[in-house]
């Protein structure tokens, strides 16, 4: 049985990871109709969190308290945004390199004017960063409540 820490770490990695995968593909596309890529990637992190969640309180014989996965979850969609936001700006830095500021992305909505590359960067941010910490928050609450099996009724007696 592995220690907390490295459950921890192990799945922000992989949520990490299958963000960056969608994204790189988005980046290195370099059409702005592929933006549905970076929604896929937001899936699947937030997947990966709920699956933590479950998968913590199944580590403790469906024993956890809700604050404990919601925590757990929490600690793991903020190490996935760490560690998704630096592959992420390894990435675009390495695709600016690449491609020139006025071209780098084609099918740009208009109101991204002529140079496109701040709205590359701005998409980016908004879904590494913003959606997948509202999502990952979801995920965590979600997971916590659902997986949370001897709930308590207002009088007291056990639901199941």
Known sequence: MISLKAFLMRNAILAALLFTIPAAMFLFSSSYSNVWLLYIGNILFSAIVLWAVIRVNHR????????SMFSVGIKIMFYGLLIASVLCLIMLSVQSSMVSASTAIDESPTQAGSDTRGDLVITLFTNTVLINAVLGTLASLLGSSVAKGNQKTEQGKTVH
């Open 60 to 67: 403790v014989h469906d024993r956890a308290s809700i604050r």
